[in-house]
């Protein structure tokens, strides 16, 4: 599976867009995209996932680049409660399903 | 739905004790995973499971052991715990096809003195 890098920290003022970014320069052809989050002490929480399309559903969006070599997650108003760590995955849907290798993510913290 | 449930929600043990980690999901998911959680770290896969019957190992096996006797059920088994496997312990489902990813549990938090 493709290597991913994220900031390790963010900033977000409440009510603001918050635009998370992710390289993934070594990504397959037939690698997804996958967003997780996780809130302190919680499970991650799975948000959104794409192929090479920009995707939307109603807790995120999802920009990808045309060369895939890099995606934008979007929360568009962010609230207090998506302060949380960020997880970008790349994966391929295979045999072993969504079998997911998380790294270190990104660090959101959304302030008043 | 109650989704991926996980038992106990915390745990201390003793070195060289033994214990089992239960999961259970009412998703009709064909997959099932571990995954231990250090502090500040992200999450490492011990074992996953394809369907009843089918186990196989992760990226960290050492020291666990599973069995998959049910759809819904994916117990991890600690043999001989020693306190380098002190961690967070999350068991997650999916269905095989690509859907909405991975359902995690809430947790096991485990600790070896």
């Known amino acids: 599976d493709a290597k991913t890098t994220q900031p390790t920290s963010m900033d977000c003022a409440e009510g603001r867009a918050a635009n998370l970014p992710c390289n993934h320069s070594t990504i397959s052809g037939n690698e997804y995209v996958y967003w997780y989050r996780q809130i302190h002490s919680q499970g991650p929480q799975y948000i959104i996932h794409g192929l090479k399309n920009n995707e939307t559903n109603e807790m995120a969006s999802l920009i990808i680049t045309e060369d895939r070599k890099s995606s934008t997650l979007i929360l568009p108003h962010a609230t207090l409660r998506d302060t949380a760590v960020y997880y970008c995955i790349v994966r391929v849907q295979g045999n072993a399903g969504n079998m997911l290798t998380f790294g270190g993510g990104t660090r959101l913290m959304v302030k008043p | 739905n109650a989704g991926v449930t996980q038992t106990p929600k915390f745990r201390i043990l003793k070195i060289g004790q033994s214990m089992t980690l239960q999961c259970t999901q009412d998703?009709?998911?064909?997959?099932m995973y571990w995954y231990r959680q250090d502090p500040g770290m992200g999450l490492k896969l011990i074992y996953y499971?394809?369907?009843?019957?089918?186990?196989d190992k992760g990226e960290v096996p050492n020291g666990y052991n599973v069995s998959r006797s049910t759809t819904e059920d994916f117990p991890l088994r600690l043999e001989l715990a020693a306190p380098s496997q002190t961690s967070v312990y999350f068991c997650?489902?999916?269905?095989?096809?690509?859907?909405?990813?991975?359902?995690f549990g809430s947790g096991t938090r485990l600790t070896v003195v």
């Open positions: 997650a489902s999916s269905y095989g096809t690509e859907r909405r990813g991975n359902t």
């Open positions: 998703m009709n998911h064909n997959y």
């Open positions: 499971s394809v369907g009843a019957g089918i186990t």
